[in-house]
Every structure is written in C-alpha cells, then in structure tokens.
C-alpha cells in the first residue's frame, strides 16, 4: 500500500455527533493497514498532524496553508516514518508552505549534494550477454530466507532475514535482530516466572502498563517490540504474542481471534448496552492494537462513542461499573 494523505481545510459544524467521528475512525483504521496491495488516499484537515501511527505514508499533499513552524514540522514527520522497502517520501506543495524548511534552526543550512562516484566494477565482471533470455523469479524466489535461533532453553525461533540493522543495545551498540531475540530471551525472566504470570500482568492495564515500562527501561520498548512483533510475522497479533513467543516458543494469535473468544464471555456476563460498548471497544483494539485497552484510552473511548460522558454513564451506569467492565473484559483475551 502506499498511503496518500492530503491535509485541507475543515469541514465541520455544530452537527456533528458520534456517529460521524466513528466514521472517521474507521477510514484511519483502513488508512493505516498495511496489508493492503493498493494505494490508499485519506483527506482530513489536522487528524494525521501528529500522534497516529501511519508509517506507509508516502505521499503528503498540502491543500491548505501552514502558518504554524510546529504544525509543518508534524506534518512532516508522519512522511518521515520508516517502513519495509520505504526509503523516501513525497511531498505535493500547493500552498507554498516549503518556504518553512528554510528554518536554520530545524535542520541547519543546505548542504550541497556530493557529486556522484562511479564504482569500480569487480574484475570478474562480463557484459550480459544478448543472446540469452533474461531470467525470470519464480513466485517465492525472492522472499527473504528465514533465520533460525535456539535459545538458552534448547527450543528454536522463526524471524524474517533483515539485512539492516534495526535494533539498538541500552548501551548504544547496534544489534541484529537474532541477538535483539537473544537479549530479550535473556531479560524476560525478570519480569515474570512462567506463562500464567504473564498472562496475568498482562491481563490487567495498570500491570500491563509497569511490565512495558520496565521493559522500556531495560531497552525494549515499545517500538522495538513492534518491530520484533513484524519480524516474527505476527503483525495481526497482540505484543503479548511477541513476549509469549520469546519466553516460551507459544504459537501467536491473532487480536481477531482473541476478540472473538472475549466477545463470547461478554455474551453472558454483561447486559445488552454494555455488551455493545465493549464490541466497540475490542472492534478499536483488532483495528489498532493493544494501546486501545490501556487504562487512559477508556475516557476517549467513550466520548468516541457517546459523543459525552454523561450519555457514557446514562447508558452505561456510573464509573465504576464502566471501569470494571473495561478492565474485568481484558482477561478473556488472554485466557
């Protein structure tokens, strides 16, 4: 996919309600899947200037002015995140607003490009030959080969082949991926013993929240775990499938699939009006990931629903009911 994104001007009235900003939620959400083989276009004004995660962006257009220094500097940097075979990014300017990247302060004066060196060919080089058809890959030819890595507990890990180094020690060193998985083998066992220790931490926001904190500190945090979570093929997973994995070689599953088994528990533990708001909030978690069920996501969550927290708790009950239900449904997927 390569993603397409226009900033315009606003479009909005006093007449928007919930059902409008659900929509627009769920055009972010295709927006941002990457599985998709086809260009994807999204048009907003302001949504995508900062904290979304879009890193297939490719193309930015800019249909309405930029005044804000800031504002320009957000924009620009959902282009500038790094994907799989994504080296560079496009910029559409129709509002003159590249007259801010003259900013010395922001990146310093331009430097003049170095002019191009041809490399030497290797000596046991020879021109094609003409007469000779050229070579066609077969389907699965080019795919990179995967990487197998035993660890201290004598079972093996499956990752991709990354050529690049992506990963980096506490200390500032550059690490492979399969010593990136070594590490973190090696880390784990101090922060939970077995796998229904995990299961419990991970079950509950607030010992979710302490387990990735201190994984940060230890240098796993979480945009590693993204990335070790993409390498290990488990991007329709949950990041507890990338711990599961490391610690005890447990097979992945996918959010859909452990939505689904949570859904079902719901069926008979909670009332009709609860029922469809924890659909609601499991549909934001399949779509976007585990950061959906983090303890400061419920009040958001449920403005995007209801529009307001007094219609939240007039449908819902008072707070506390609506927070026990957020957190006592978490459990299911990780049963």
């Not at 994104?5 to 627009?24: D, E, H, I, P, Y």
């Not at 879009?54 to 930029?66: E, F, S, T």
């Not at 799989?84 to 430097?111: M, Q, R």
Request: with cysteine; charged share 25%.
């Amino acid at each position: 996919m390569q993603a397409i994104w226009f900033t315009c001007c606003a479009q909005t009235n006093a007449n928007n309600n919930w059902k409008t900003l659900r929509v627009g939620e769920q055009h972010l959400s295709q927006f941002q899947d990457n599985e998709k083989s086809l260009p994807t276009i999204l048009t907003t004004s302001q949504k995508l200037s900062t904290g979304v995660d879009a890193r297939n962006v490719r193309n930015i257009v800019l249909m309405r002015p930029v005044n804000s220094m800031i504002e320009f500097k957000q924009i620009i940097g959902r282009g500038t995140r790094l994907y799989d075979g994504k080296d560079y990014f496009t910029i559409y300017d129709f509002v003159k607003a590249h007259h801010l990247f003259s900013d010395p302060e922001w990146d310093g004066e331009p430097v003049e490009p170095e002019p191009p060196t041809e490399k030497p060919l290797p000596p046991s080089w020879q021109p094609p030959d003409p007469t000779e058809p050229p070579k066609v890959s077969m389907p699965g030819e080019d795919r990179p080969a995967k990487l197998v890595v035993k660890l201290a507990d004598g079972k093996t890990r499956t990752i991709q082949h990354i050529t690049s180094t992506s990963y980096w020690s506490p200390d500032g060193k550059p690490l492979s991926p399969a010593q990136f998985l070594e590490s973190l083998f090696g880390a784990l066992p101090e922060f939970f013993k077995n796998e229904d220790e995990l299961r419990t931490l991970w079950a509950d926001p607030t010992t979710r929240k302490a387990l990735l904190g201190g994984l940060a500190d230890k240098g796993f945090g979480r945009d590693p775990l993204r990335e070790m979570q993409r390498i290990i093929e488990a991007e329709k997973s949950d990041l507890f499938d990338v711990l599961a994995y490391v610690a005890f070689a447990l097979p992945t599953e996918t959010r859909a699939a452990r939505a689904d088994r949570a859904k079902a528990h719901n069926a008979v533990t909670y009332g009709q009006k609860q029922q469809a708001f924890l659909a609601f909030v499991l549909d934001q978690y399949v779509t976007q990931g585990v950061d959906q069920l983090d303890a400061d996501k419920l009040t958001p969550l449920l403005k995007l629903r209801y529009n307001a927290l007094n219609d939240a708790m007039a449908e819902l009950g008072d707070a506390v009911q609506v927070r026990q239900a957020f957190v006592g449904m978490q459990r299911y997927l990780y049963e």
